[in-house]
């Protein structure tokens, strides 16, 4: 895939809503958008369906059509697929993608994510790390790709009883305790996970936390967690949190860590990704499902709850699915791929328009201290912090259109750290500006909720209590 074609592609989604900050941002919706109609007016569309397949044998399939080869934008079917095959990707999960369809696009994709490829920090994260399976790509013809498998997690909705909850994230940890369905304690404790290389470390804040909470409650009958990165059967497969622990440390201890926390207390554990979590505090608040839940915090994380009222099972890991197709996007320090969330939708966002704004920050402020040094300025009125703001609720307009072309979604919940004050009510109006102008049908669907300050800083602790049932 050349750069001229990936420009090519991005071009064809040209916001009405210019970012203040960013004005080369080029909306994946509207690319997307703009391809299917092409796609859908040439009327010689060829089907393409992408199947992924996930370690517990769930498979999640999605289809589609490409220009023909004789098309004169032809060109735009490889950055076309191979941007939505990556948000699939951290959307869904899977050790194995099957494409049915087009050799060459298929063919392309399986370079993309071999070991020398372009995406080969997802191939080894999704195959070896999160599934501890060699990852592969299979080109086959349409019509031969698995059928769908997706099973839901009945998580959640448990209040009956004394509960702890907590949740993890990069610059805080919050921890509650419930009873019966009612808060009777909540703390936020700043932290730094990620700059230690013990995890003994985090088993021992974390400890800490649910100690403190439990001492305001007669007994502890159920613990529900949740945290940043990839959890698959309460085993913590990846995460931001424990980027400084060597990698044979993580796999001798940081893997099982919810799992000797819960046998230190003795009750039933389930701890979920925060984005899960998200998505399950709003389904509670709201009496209701297909919800989204993003946070905004450290990372993008992402939860959703579908009709039925379930977790579904997949990653919802969309800090890592792009959402900028300009070739010059931002890199994500980790991944190394361009455009993602967590360069929008986070902390990592304000810090990045900060310095694109004149606001200087002081590299030695923890990232906690850098945003709220950043929220001060907007309480003072500072016009340049509200451009900030201002650009995060473009990307979150533009966002949500995107996202609700793969989840049914009712209600949009947004919670995290970035909601904080002034600069979330600042997100949210602008973002239902990108809605009511660009997609105005969608605008009418979805409801936006952002909860009160109270909710929206250890309501991800409260629900996370929720999650399992007691004995």
């Given amino acids: 895939m050349s750069r001229e074609s990936l420009k090519r592609f991005a071009d064809l989604g040209m ?12 909306p994946a919706v509207l690319a997307n958008r703009a391809f299917h109609r092409i796609v859908h007016e ?11 397949e996930r370690s517990d044998g ?52 399986k370079a993309a994510y071999a070991a020398e490829g372009a995406r080969a920090f997802d191939a080894d994260i999704m195959g ?24 839901a997690l009945p998580l959640g909705h448990h209040l009956e009883g004394c509960r702890l909850g907590f949740d993890l994230g990069a610059s805080d940890r919050k921890v ?22 013990d995890p003994q470390y985090h088993y021992d804040q974390i400890m800490e936390g649910l100690q403190r909470a439990a001492a305001h409650m007669p007994r502890v009958d159920a613990i529900g967690g949740s945290s940043a990165g990839v959890i698959l059967n309460n085993r913590m ?73 379930s977790i579904t099972g997949w990653l919802d890991e969309l800090a890592f699915a792009p959402l900028d197709y300009n ?23 304000v810090f990045r328009l900060a310095a694109s704004s004149g606001i200087e920050l002081a590299a ?49 919940l947004i919670l995290g750290r970035v909601t904080s004050g002034a600069g979330g009510t600042i997100i949210e109006a602008k973002a239902r500006e990108v809605l009511s102008q660009e997609f105005p049908a969608l605008a009418a669907r979805v409801k936006i909720h952002l909860p009160d300050e109270a909710d929206r800083r250890v309501g991800q602790a409260i629900a996370a209590a929720s999650l399992a049932k007691r004995i």
């Fill in 237 to 309: 497969m990846i995460a931001s949190l424990f980027r400084g622990v060597p990698r044979p440390l993580f796999e001798a201890r940081v893997k099982d860590i919810f799992l000797e926390i819960q046998q230190a207390w003795g009750v039933p554990l389930e701890v979920v990704n925060d984005g899960e979590v998200t998505a399950l505090a709003g389904s509670l608040w709201l009496q209701d499902n297909c919800v989204l839940g993003i946070a905004l915090g450290s990372s993008e994380a992402a939860g959703y709850i579908n009709s039925e009222g």
């Fill in 58 to 109: 769930a498979v999640s399939t999605y289809q589609t059509q490409v220009l023909p080869p004789n098309h004169p934008m032809a060109d735009i079917n490889l950055p076309y697929v191979e941007r939505l095959v990556k948000l699939l990707l951290w959307q869904k999960g899977g050790w194995k993608i099957t494409l049915g369809g087009p050799g060459d696009i298929g063919n392309y994709i």
């Fill in 364 to 412: 030695a402020l923890p990232p906690a201290d850098k945003l709220k040094a950043v929220q001060v300025l907007l309480e003072k009125d500072d016009a340049q912090a509200r451009m900030i703001f201002e650009t995060i609720g473009c990307y979150l307009g533009y966002a949500i259109a995107h996202y609700a072309d793969f989840y049914e979604i009712r209600h949009l």
């Fill in 128 to 151: 070896p790390t999160i599934n501890e399976h060699p990852f592969e790509v299979v080109v086959t013809s349409a019509g031969k790709t698995p059928p769908t498998q997706e099973p």
């Fill in 42 to 52: 040439c009327e010689k569309g060829a089907p393409l369906a992408i199947a992924l």
């Fill in 327 to 349: 070739p010059d996007a931002p890199v994500d320090e980790w991944s190394g791929d361009r455009g993602c969330g967590v360069q929008y939708l986070t902390q990592q966002a």
């Fill in 176 to 197: 509650a305790a419930v009873i019966d369905g009612q808060a009777v304690f909540s703390e936020e404790v700043v932290w730094d996970p990620r700059n230690q290389s």
């Fill in 15 to 26: 916001p009405r809503l210019t970012p203040p900050l960013e004005p080369g941002f080029r």
